[in-house]
């Protein structure tokens, strides 16, 4: 029972705790529970004595018998020497056949407990992977649940999404109802505040001896007009202005006006006139008129006009006096325009003439002061016309000159600060006029002025 077995360069030995060796050597200091060692030095070494002659000397003094060199050096490897037994080796014997019967039946039992675990072991494994299986599926059935809800909540969005559209579509037109009815009702409620105020205040007209019955609100609707004091003889025809009164009481009553003959339209207009009504009767024709210009082959003197309302086609115009590329013109009251300088193919032209659209006539205007093609030309007002710039067949020109429409003659006006061809002016308000970029001679500008 804990021992330890000990291997030397000697002999083998048991060396158990308690039993003495021969000639009756005690076990030095072996103790209870040393396990086996293997030594690689003497035995000597062992019994806690030095390594060395006296310690040789020493072992050979306790274990010699008869025939047994005991003293020899260690390193002779002497033949193994057999050592007597002790009176208890018996006891050791069954002791040994016990402990190992005992182990025998230890390792059994413990690979009976050890198998037992296995078993254990595996089947706790075997109830893991099964509930990792469950679990796995467990999840692949939330997963598809989840993607279910997914798609039922895009659904059901989407479907909200398309029900709140079409309800503010639906409120959206109901405002636009409401606000249209409430439209039509301010509208009746002004025209009939508007009756009552006519019906309050009715006037008698004696116009020319014709008499017509209408209201002050009508005949002061147009400000600034002749009627606008409330007069109650007028010393005028009556005929025509039964058509004016009618176009106070409803504007829509000018197409009567417009299907008139010609004559009694002119009559119509000179009334118009004298009540200071002709440019709510009688507005100026809105019309696109293009004058000249240059085919490929030679330069042109016939004019083209676009009617504005009418259909999208250009129409033949009055023929100019003169062919004129790169001219310029100003428009004078409804139907009249002054055409000034260009070029006809040799020179610069320093000529003008005034064209009517409405008798498509041409005739001559006033002399410029100075040949000019690519000039520009704006109505500083009712009465004047400016000119500026253009080229005079040497030279680009950086000055100006003014056109009195009442005399039909020119003064100089102001020079420029650039010489300026194929610039562009306009009036920005009732004194000043923006002139802006041209060619100086040498490069294209980019100034105004």
């Not at 023929?319 to 193919?345: T, W």
Request: hydrophobic share 40%; net charge negative; with cysteine.
């Amino acid at each position: 029972q804990n021992c330890a077995c000990l291997a030397t360069r000697l002999t083998p030995l048991w060396i158990m705790d308690g039993y003495p060796l021969p000639n009756g050597l005690p076990v030095p200091a072996v103790r209870s529970g040393s396990h086996s060692q293997v030594l690689d030095r003497p035995l000597n070494g062992l019994l806690g004595s030095p390594v060395g002659d006296s310690s040789r000397s020493r072992s050979a003094e306790h274990f010699a018998e008869p025939g047994a060199d005991w003293a020899q050096d260690v390193d002779d490897d002497p033949e193994p020497v057999a050592l007597p037994r002790s009176p208890g080796t018996e006891d050791l014997d069954r002791l040994v056949q016990d402990s190992v019967q005992a182990l025998g039946r230890v390792r059994a039992s413990s690979s009976s407990h050890m198998a037992a675990i296995r078993e254990h072991v595996e089947a706790q494994l075997e109830a893991l992977h099964s509930a990792e299986l469950a679990l796995n599926q467990a999840a692949e059935r939330v997963q598809a649940e989840r993607r279910a809800l997914e798609e039922h909540r895009a659904s059901v969005l989407a479907a909200l999404a398309d029900e709140r559209a079409k309800l503010e579509a639906d409120v959206a037109a109901s405002r636009q109802e409401v606000a249209s009815e409430r439209e039509r009702c301010e509208h009746e409620r002004r025209e009939v505040q508007r009756i009552a105020e006519q019906q309050r205040g009715t006037v008698l007209l004696d116009v020319g001896g014709a008499h017509f019955k209408t209201s002050r609100t009508t005949l002061t609707s147009v400000p600034g007009s002749m009627l606008e004091d409330g007069r109650i003889f007028i010393d005028r025809d009556g005929g025509p202005f039964g058509f004016i009164l009618n176009f106070l009481r409803d504007p829509a009553a000018k197409g009567a006006i417009d299907a008139l003959p010609v004559a009694e339209r002119e009559t119509v207009r000179r009334e118009a006139h004298y009540f200071g009504l002709d440019h709510l009767l009688f507005p100026p024709a809105r019309r696109l008129v293009v004058l000249g210009g240059y085919d490929g082959s030679m330069e042109l003197d016939s004019t083209a006009v676009l009617e504005s309302g009418g259909s999208e086609t250009f129409l033949a115009g009055p023929r100019m006096a003169a062919r004129r590329r790169s001219c310029a013109a100003v428009a004078m009251g409804d139907h009249r325009l002054v055409v000034l300088g260009g070029y006809n193919g040799t020179c610069s032209l320093d000529s003008t003439e005034l064209v009517d659209l409405q008798s498509r006539a041409s005739t001559p205007g006033p002399q410029m002061g100075s040949r000019r093609s690519g000039c520009a030309a704006a109505a500083l007002d009712a009465q004047r016309v400016v000119v500026l710039g253009g080229f005079d067949g040497t030279n680009r020109l950086d000055s100006t000159e003014v056109l009195d429409l009442h005399s039909m003659t020119f003064a100089p006006g102001p020079s420029m600060s650039t010489r300026r061809l194929g610039c562009s002016a306009i009036m920005i308000d009732d004194h000043r006029l923006l002139v802006v970029g041209g060619h100086d001679g040498n490069t294209f500008v980019d100034t105004t002025e």
